[in-house]
């Protein structure tokens, strides 16, 4: 049975609604970063661009770069954005949209996100480059899908109990990478770990200018979580959604992170920017090497 058009919105062109993209737009490899304007700092490195549009924050270019094909987005800030941006890709691919039927041969995508990030752990120094094991839900989006056979209870549970979690708050949902994108891009100058997703920049991850905060005590203990050796690394607000949405659809996903700030040191780079071009470079290097 077709998809109902209020389900799956198409702009007249044919273009799916929010991302402005047709299927010959986008490369099955996808490099996700948050900032529109860190687009062409990934898109200057291939060697050659085909096609560029953007609608509202979405902006993608699609290139090559040592023969290969890929793309690059930018998702904006959120689980919410995520929420969008996966799924419209995935309709790009696994969907025909003149049928708005679902295809019987399905393409598993490759998505990369290249981020940024403040530590919670004082040796996961400012600088330095951060691959996502593991991410812990903590803003409920992913409650709108069945999730039961890609979350970890036993972690899950663990985490609950530790920080006493309120029970008017969603229940955290632990997601893993994929295994085959973490082998190709680790190395021995990445730190790994378990990072937590908010849905927010401010309460949500514990910052206080003029309200009080539910928890005020929450960051010091995730900063002391410890499951058998899994610690939370960093804080920030999209890694589990793309890991939980790709999980489910079939597609690879990893996120990697510039760690611009240490939360527990209470310090920022004196450079982000270059921090973020180093990331960005180590990415494309071990990508397509």
Do not use: C
């Not at 930018?74 to 049928?99: C, Q, R």
């Not at 991410?135 to 530790?162: R, V, W």
Request: hydrophobic share 35%.
């Amino acid at each position: 049975m077709p998809i109902k058009a209020s389900e799956l919105i198409l702009n007249p062109d044919g273009s799916v609604y929010h991302l402005n993209l047709k299927p010959e737009d986008i490369a099955s490899t996808i490099i996700f970063v948050g900032d529109q304007d860190r687009v062409e700092q990934v898109s200057k490195h291939f060697d050659t661009i085909e096609f560029k549009t953007q609608k509202r924050e979405f902006k993608t270019h699609t290139g090559t770069l040592k023969g290969k094909r890929v793309s690059v987005i930018s998702t904006g800030i959120g689980p919410d954005n995520i929420d969008i941006v996966l799924n419209e890709l995935d309709a790009l691919f696994n969907i025909d949209l003149k049928t708005k039927t679902v295809k019987k041969d399905l393409t598993n995508l490759n998505i990369i996100r290249i981020g940024t990030s403040g530590s919670l752990q004082k040796e996961i120094s400012v600088d330095s480059f951060l691959l996502t094991t593991h991410s812990l839900d903590l803003n409920g989006m992913l409650h709108a899908y069945q999730t039961n056979a890609i979350s970890h209870p036993e972690i899950e549970e663990a985490f609950i109990k530790y920080t006493n979690w309120h029970e008017n708050k969603s229940r955290p949902i632990i997601i893993s990478n994929s295994k085959l994108l973490e082998n190709k891009l680790e190395s021995n100058n990445i730190h790994k770990g378990l990072t937590a997703t908010a849905g927010g920049f401010y309460g949500p991850q514990g910052r206080v200018l003029r309200l009080s905060l539910q928890d005020a005590d929450l960051n010091a203990k995730m900063d002391s979580f410890n499951f058998n050796g899994m610690r939370i690394t960093n804080l920030e607000m999209e890694t589990s959604a793309i890991y939980g949405l790709s999980k489910l659809l079939g597609h690879h996903a990893v996120s990697l992170n510039a760690i611009v700030a240490n939360r527990a040191n209470g310090t920022f780079s004196e450079n982000p920017l270059q921090t973020i071009e180093n990331l960005i470079t180590y990415t494309l290097n071990k990508l397509f090497e």
